[in-house]
């Protein structure tokens, strides 16, 4: 064990304060009698030449142990620190990343989509609940088939095979644009192929978070049927899943729906 007063010199070189209870705290055990000889105030009878040798042994053990150079970094002056060059963007990224949500939402967006070819009148986009069960996809299906039949679509028991989509593509997929127009033209592209293979008019989208990546270009925002650059309808509406959990949604989508009923009246 280390001479206590060897160990007191120790903690003085190094500037730390030596703090001995005085008092025995509540429900703790007695504490030793502390009363050791003040380094600092040694006796006037004390050997000069002791302590001499007790500081140079001090210093010299400081050294091989690291100490000095810890000491010799924080006794150095401060160092100004240096200008860095950070990267500035224009004010039309800043108001970008704000309309968008922030950066951080950007990189989250995730989904998956389910396409129906109904009939070359008709296709439908149903974005799919990420976490959803067995008995969910049975009463979406159900609700679906309800829709179609009030617009006048019959005979779609079963409905046709689906073909499934998915954001991001790939993990690590490089963008040029922000992750929504990405999504966005990612999504324009499989309806695309699907538009060439199964020839549709138009298309019915049950959205939930992708509403906003496919109505982003529009400001009003509320543009929920209109006709896409490709050469067919868009009709966007709430996503089945949110009509089976709010059921007052069912109104407000048969209303979104009332254009493409009458679209497909007139080609009857």
């Known amino acids: 064990m280390m001479d206590e007063r060897k160990r007191q010199a120790y903690l003085e070189v190094m500037n730390i304060q030596v703090y001995f209870p005085r008092q025995q705290l509540p429900g703790a055990r007695p504490s030793p009698v502390y009363d050791f000889p003040d380094v600092r105030s040694a006796p ?3 050997d000069k030449s002791v302590e001499a040798k007790t500081v140079i042994s001090i210093k010299s053990e400081r050294k091989g142990n690291g100490l000095a150079a810890i000491e010799e970094l ?3 002056p401060p160092i100004a620190p240096q200008a860095t060059v950070t990267s500035i963007r224009q004010p039309t990224d800043v108001l970008e990343s704000e309309s968008d949500g922030g950066l951080d939402e950007e990189s989250s967006l995730s989904f998956a989509l389910r396409y129906y070819r109904i009939n070359e009148r008709l296709a439908v986009l149903e974005e799919v609940p990420p976490q959803g069960s067995r008995q969910l996809n049975q009463e979406s299906l ?6 179609l039949k009030a617009l006048g679509q019959k005979g779609l028991e ?3 095979q689906a073909e499934d989509f998915f954001w991001p ?3 690590g997929y ?3 644009n922000t992750p929504r127009i990405e999504a966005a033209k990612a999504i324009s592209g499989f309806l695309q192929m699907r538009k060439e293979t199964d020839g549709f008019t138009n298309l019915l989208v049950f959205a939930g978070q992708i509403e906003d990546v496919l109505l982003q270009f529009d400001e009003s925002k509320v543009a929920r049927d209109f006709e ?3 050469g067919y309808f868009i009709t966007v509406t709430h996503s089945l ?4 959990a709010v059921s007052t949604l069912k109104r407000d989508a048969w209303q979104h729906l009332l254009s493409l009923k009458k679209r497909i009246d007139s080609s009857g």
């Open 174 to 176: 490089s963008m040029k």
């Open 158 to 160: 079963p409905i046709p």
């Open 228 to 230: 896409s650059s490709k």
């Open 74 to 76: 924080h006794s150095r």
């Open 44 to 46: 006037p009878e004390m």
């Open 241 to 244: 899943a949110s009509m089976l």
């Open 142 to 147: 159900t609700l679906m088939q309800a829709i």
């Open 169 to 171: 593509l790939q993990s």
